[in-house]
């Protein structure tokens, strides 16, 4: 059985207009231990899943629909109350705007102990101490030192690992990684990385990766799971997924990949993510689709079939790339 | 923090030399003067020469203002043209009376403004919220004075749970204390309770869709303590800020409900003191007054820094 398994989770949020959703039957799993990419232009409702699963999105009010089944049970209908001891204990969260999602008014130090003292039985002495070994964990210099001070007087990178160090201070079994290096620089970013997959290395903590980047999702999944407003629109392991993409939209995103010295040229793909509430019929994707053939994909709803949302799945020819790992080997 | 305490109190001394000349020169221009106020009804005009050559109000504004000034840094506030009383002694006598009732009234307003901000802020847009919101903005609306009047009419003239005025010392005993300053301070409490619960309805439900509290609560924080702890944490800078100016509010507001209630502290002598041009009095009423503002200025200005780290500066 999967460590984490989503099935038909499906949100809506409270519009002017009545109930908007915003996701649609999302199915994914995850195995313990493995990573899995969940990929998808802004407003393909990645995160959105990624609160969901972890009932958050419930807390603001939204309707949620569909099972997550994690550990042995389904958090989609566990309460706010039962679900606030799983969260940060068994699974976790880091967020993209590390800067922003810690609290300005408390010390790092304080709000990484506070997580440990809110899920083990452990005095504030040894809570602290714990900060500063996670601190430390990540890779933050002077962490005893460093516990003490305000996020205010952390660099971006280093609010990142502060946050990083505060997700998993109480060994999860699974983190959700939503964007966590999209607003760093280059360089730190690949540091962010490494530190992602040292951490997974040594714990075997199972890692969900949020980013609308195949690139970086290269680096670290074993599987991906693309998914374009609100659907998810296939599904499949990594090097089988950039070289042989079934999807339009999947080929798409491999094709706006930007690589150095390769000389190909990088083709972006028309268009935005339509709205949510103002989905076109049929096919979700067709009107930005090179493929797109009216009467066929513009007509009914389109189910995924064997991990793959076309109609006119293997008729067309689709253009993969080998994978940023496999190409550097 | 030298930084945090010492710019104010340099700009102390400017407002300080302001504030008072500017008493003065009011003094100078209402009409008639302490002359007039102090001899009594129908004077002959020998009279209240007599009483100016005094005072010595012949001699220019300027020279009399540093004469006072001179004194003044001496520690020497002068005496009540009134009563011969030391300045010094009387606001001594009535600050107590001041004080007691404006840390009661603030007291009020923070324990009920922060209780019902907290209240309305938990469900955004729901009765509570309305009910909450409604009463703040009547209460914002509605004067001191009139209040006053309405709690006398109620409290102790319809039903006599409490006295029409009159005002007992702490040392009498803590139950008189609070019995004879019930009634002012909460008609004095209403508008800043007011002011604070709108404030930091606000503060917090503007503080409810940030990120931190998201992350805060991904980690499994239950929701009395996102909102108590962080989300309070967070909100108090704004309302604290607000606070401050409220207290500066509250000493103006003493002088008519101190009137009204006849408690003998600094707003009944400054509205005394006004009507018979006790200029040595009001001069120092003045200069107190200020002093206390300036104060209240430099404490709040200091707790921002404790509730709010950046403005710590860089250590």
């Given amino acids: 059985m999967s460590l984490l398994s989503v099935r038909d989770l499906s949100v809506s949020f409270r519009g002017p207009g009545g109930w908007v959703p915003v996701t649609d039957r999302v199915s994914f799993d995850v195995e313990a231990g493995t990573t899995v990419g969940l990929v998808g232009e802004s407003g393909s409702g990645k995160t959105v899943t990624a609160l969901s699963a972890m009932g958050l999105t419930r807390a603001q009010g939204a309707r949620v629909t569909g099972q997550v089944l994690f550990d042995g049970e389904d958090l989609a209908t566990l309460s706010q109350r039962e679900l606030s001891t799983r969260r940060g204990a068994t699974i976790s969260m880091i967020f993209q705007q590390a800067i922003r999602t810690l609290d300005p ?113 290269a680096e670290l999944a074993q599987h991906v799971v693309v998914m374009y407003a609100g ?87 689709l253009l993969g790339i080998p994978t940023p790992a496999g190409a550097r080997s | 923090m030298l930084k945090l305490v010492g710019r104010p109190l340099l700009a102390l001394v400017p407002t300080l030399l302001v504030v008072t000349f500017t008493v003065f020169l009011l003094v100078e221009i209402a009409p008639g003067d302490a002359g007039y106020a102090l001899a009594g009804e129908n004077p002959s005009p020998e009279v209240v020469e007599a009483i100016r050559q005094e005072l010595r109000l012949d001699e220019p504004l300027l020279q009399r203002y540093f004469e006072w000034l001179g004194n003044a840094v001496q520690g020497d506030l002068g005496q009540s043209y009134l009563s011969n009383q030391p300045v010094s002694e009387l606001l001594l006598q009535r600050l107590p009376v001041t004080l007691s009732l404006g840390v009661l009234s603030l007291l009020l307003a923070v324990l009920a403004g922060f209780a019902l901000g907290i209240l309305a802020a938990f469900r955004p847009g729901r009765l509570v919220d309305r009910i909450v919101t409604a009463v703040s903005s009547v209460m914002l609306a509605i004067p001191s004075f009139w209040l006053a009047l309405v709690l006398v009419l109620i409290f102790a003239v319809s039903y006599a749970v409490f006295p029409t005025l009159g005002y007992a010392e702490l040392s009498e005993g803590a139950g008189q204390w609070l019995y004879h300053l019930a009634l002012p301070a909460l008609a004095l409490a209403m508008n800043p309770a007011a002011t604070i619960a709108l404030q930091l309805k606000s503060a917090l439900i503007a503080e409810e869709g940030s990120d931190y509290l998201m992350a805060a609560r991904a980690k499994g924080l239950t929701a009395a303590s996102l909102m108590f702890k962080h989300a309070l944490k967070n909100a108090a800078v704004p309302v604290v800020a607000v606070l401050g100016f409220r207290i500066a509010a509250l000493l103006g507001g003493t002088v008519i409900i101190e009137t009204i209630f006849v408690l003998p502290g600094l707003g009944l002598l400054a509205q005394q003191t006004a009507m018979n041009q006790d200029v040595p009095v009001m001069l120092g009423i003045v200069t107190v007054t200020t002093l206390f503002v300036m104060a209240v200025n430099i404490v709040v200005d200091a707790s921002y820094g404790l509730i709010n780290p950046k403005l710590r500066g860089a250590r």
């Fill in chain 1, 105 to 217: 008014a408390f010390t790092v130090g304080e709000q990484i102990a506070e997580s440990v003292r809110r899920h083990e039985r452990v005095s504030r002495k040894e809570a602290w101490r714990r900060a500063v070994e996670m601190l430390d964990r990540v890779h933050i210099p002077r962490a005893a030192e460093r516990a003490a001070e305000y996020p205010h007087t952390f660099s971006g990178g280093m609010c990142q690992r502060a946050m990083i160090a505060m997700a998993l201070a109480c060994s999860p079994k699974l983190v959700f990684a939503d964007e966590p290096t999209t607003a760093l620089d280059v360089t730190v970013q690949a540091r962010i990385l490494d530190l992602l997959r040292e951490i997974q290395r040594d714990t075997g903590i199972a890692v969900v990766f949020i980013s609308h980047d195949l690139g970086v999702i």
């Fill in chain 1, 231 to 317: 659907q998810v629109v296939e599904r499949a392991g990594v090097e089988e997924l950039f070289l042989r993409p079934r999807h339009p939209y999947t080929a798409g995103l491999l094709n706006a990949i930007p690589a150095v010295g390769r000389g190909r040229r990088l083709i972006s793909i028309p268009g935005n993510v339509p709205a949510p509430g103002a989905m076109p019929p049929g096919c979700r994707f067709h009107p930005r689709c090179p493929h797109g053939v009216t009467g066929r994909c513009d007509t009914g709803p389109v189910d995924l079939v064997e991990d793959v949302r076309c109609v006119r799945s293997g008729e067309v020819p």
